[in-house]
């Protein structure tokens, strides 16, 4: 079955403690895409990735780091968690360079808090 | 960078009925691609139809059907025939269609309520 996954799910955690979320997609998709989710803002994005070893800071980056080694991985990494950080993530992945009309596919979310 | 603005937070519609939900966007480009997501509770981000902006004609995906308005830089979503499935967030969200266009922007949303 063609998904992107996300782990963990759900996350609470206390500030300044590192963490990473997990992303992983099986459809050999070259870009892929980390969001936050908040209640009235919508989704803005925070990093993207066009194909291995190839990043990009979209809209909301600071507090953020990412890693493209492996085609199918893109993992979300919380150097220093703050409660500002506290929010739903999603990621997501779809063809490139190909049309960029392409569909993006979408984990299925992690709720993340920071206390 | 691009906006796009969804004005309204809150909808509802009687199951049966048609709704409209409203989004605008600000670009400068002339070539771009707009879509319309769909996030029932369950989180799950699901694409619902999408629209290119050099096709003049609208895009429709059996209930649901967009207006395109270039000019106006307007994409509202009609969803007819409302069903209680169809209760859930909806986000408009743009992308540009040119080598650059590697950044995707999402409206705040419009909570969409199907009463029976």
């Known amino acids: 079955e063609a998904q992107v996954t996300q782990n963990p799910r759900y996350l609470i955690t206390v500030t300044g403690k590192k963490l990473t979320v997990t992303c992983s997609q099986n459809?050999?998709?070259?870009?892929m895409s980390w969001y936050r989710q908040d209640p009235g803002l919508g989704l803005r994005q925070i990093y993207y990735s066009m194909n291995v070893e190839v990043t990009d800071k979209g809209d909301v980056p600071e507090g953020y780091k990412v890693s493209r080694k492996e085609k199918r991985n893109f993992p979300l990494i919380l150097e220093s968690p703050s409660p500002n950080q506290t929010s739903l993530y999603f990621c997501?992945?779809?063809?490139?360079?190909?049309?960029?009309?392409?569909?993006?596919?979408f984990g299925p979310g992690t709720r993340l808090t920071v206390l | 960078a691009q906006t796009v603005t969804q004005s309204q937070p809150e909808m509802s519609v009687q199951e049966a009925e048609t709704v409209t939900l409203s989004c605008t966007y600000d670009?400068?480009?002339?070539?771009?691609?707009l879509f319309w997501y769909k996030q029932p509770p369950s989180r799950q981000m699901i694409l619902v139809i999408r629209?290119?902006?050099?096709?003049?004609q609208n895009a429709t995906e059996n209930r649901f059907s967009v207006n395109f308005q270039k000019a106006a830089k307007s994409f509202s979503l009609k969803i007819s025939d409302s069903q209680l499935g169809d209760a859930a967030m909806y986000f408009c969200?743009?992308?540009?269609?040119?080598?650059?266009?590697?950044?995707?922007?999402f409206g705040t949303g419009t909570s969409l309520t199907v009463i029976p």
């Open positions: 969200a743009y992308r540009s269609a040119d080598s650059t266009g590697n950044q995707f922007y």
């Open positions: 629209q290119e902006a050099y096709k003049q």
């Open positions: 459809m050999n998709h070259e870009y």
């Open positions: 997501a992945s779809s063809l490139f360079p190909a049309e960029p009309g392409d569909e993006q596919f």
């Open positions: 670009t400068s480009e002339s070539d771009y691609y």
